[in-house]
C-alpha cells in the first residue's frame, strides 16, 4: 500500500541532488517517479498542480506567508 502522491522539494541544492543519486537505486522505482528535486522556489509543475490561492507567493501563488500555526485557520470562518 502507497500513501505518497507525490513529493516536491524545492530550492534543492546541488548537494542535495548528489545525496538523491548516490541513493535512489535503493528507493522503490514506483516512489521515485513520485519524487521531484526542483532547484527554483516556484517550479510550473507547483503551479499546474495547485490553485494560485493555495500556493504562498514564494512558490508562485498568491496566498501570504502563514505566520501563525496554531489554532489551524483552515476552514474557520472569519467575523
Avoid: C
Avoid at 49 to 54: A, I, M
Amino acid at each position: 500500500m502507497y500513501f505518497m502522491a507525490r513529493a516536491y522539494y524545492v530550492n534543492s541544492t546541488w548537494g542535495q541532488k548528489a545525496f538523491y543519486n548516490m541513493v535512489k537505486g535503493a528507493i522503490d522505482p514506483e516512489t521515485r517517479e513520485k519524487m521531484f528535486l526542483e532547484s527554483e522556489a516556484d517550479p510550473a509543475s507547483l503551479t499546474e498542480l495547485f490553485h494560485p490561492s493555495q500556493l504562498e507567493k514564494r512558490y508562485g501563488g498568491s496566498a501570504e506567508t502563514p505566520h501563525q500555526f496554531w489554532p489551524p485557520m483552515i476552514g474557520v470562518k472569519s467575523g
